[in-house]
């Protein structure tokens, strides 16, 4: 899956209505193996048995890797429960840019924004999945589900973060600006960092109810640093 020229690997477990989403700075043979390794030793340490694996022709390196289990689905007839995925990614992603001024995004902010909704969609449980009380989530991590009063912040907000929480001694600069990514699950959240582009995380923060002019041209430094393309008439670009 290819965000505004940004790759990822999207796995969909078909009856837990799990999604996994797995940033691929290069996509060669290597990093989709491992990737989905990974994945697959996360389900089998709850118990759970991957039976059988239908993939894309580009991910036909795995057919080696697990013998007997996968099916290469010809390019014409793609893999319909995950391209019913990737349109309710568009839609959710498009829908969070919609109610946000940036007409940039840099490389973490994409990924980032694909795990909010990969993180979104896996916390709620699912209508026709093995369990009408148990999230994704809750099935597969035993994590247990999010309390939504603990969501201070959104997607896309601008905050001053302090920039060393425990050193306020020093003539260095006291706040960082950053925009909102998502919660970092100990009762702190995930920022990208408008001076550096990198993801880091707080517990502490100074909202502010707008974006500044000069915080969205500092967005669009980041994206073109990272050469993404800028946002269109039709935000996002998917493949």
Not at 27 to 51: E, H, P, S
Not at 226 to 239: A, E, G, S, T
Request: charged share 20%; glycine share 4%.
């Amino acid at each position: 899956m290819h965000v505004q020229t940004v790759r990822f690997l999207h796995i969909f477990v078909q009856n837990i209505r799990y999604h996994h989403t797995v940033y691929l700075p290069v996509v060669n043979d290597t990093t989709i193996r491992n990737a989905t390794a990974a994945c697959i030793q996360m389900l089998k340490a709850r118990g759970f048995t991957v039976a059988r694996l239908r993939v894309d022709e580009e991910l036909d390196t795995l057919v080696d890797q697990y013998p007997g289990k996968v099916t290469v689905v010809p390019p014409e007839e793609h893999v319909s429960d995950v391209e019913r995925c990737i349109r309710t990614y568009k839609e959710r992603t498009r829908a969070i840019l919609s109610g946000l001024p940036y007409k940039h995004v840099s490389r973490n902010f994409v990924r980032e924004l694909v795990a909010e909704v990969t993180d979104t969609i896996n916390a709620v449980p699912a209508s026709d999945g093995v369990s009408d009380r148990l999230s994704p989530t809750s099935i597969v991590t035993g994590a247990t589900p999010p309390s939504f009063h603990d969501f201070t912040l959104r997607f896309g907000e601008y905050v001053i973060a302090p920039t060393n929480p425990q050193q306020t001694n020093t003539n260095y600069p006291r706040g960082i600006e950053a925009i909102v990514m998502s919660k970092s699950g100990n009762g702190g959240y995930r920022f990208l960092s408008l001076s550096t582009g990198n993801i880091f995380t707080r517990a502490h923060w100074t909202p502010y109810e707008h974006v500044p002019i000069h915080a969205l041209a500092l967005v669009k430094d980041l994206a073109t640093r990272d050469n993404i393309p800028p946002l269109r008439d039709q935000p996002l670009v998917f493949k």
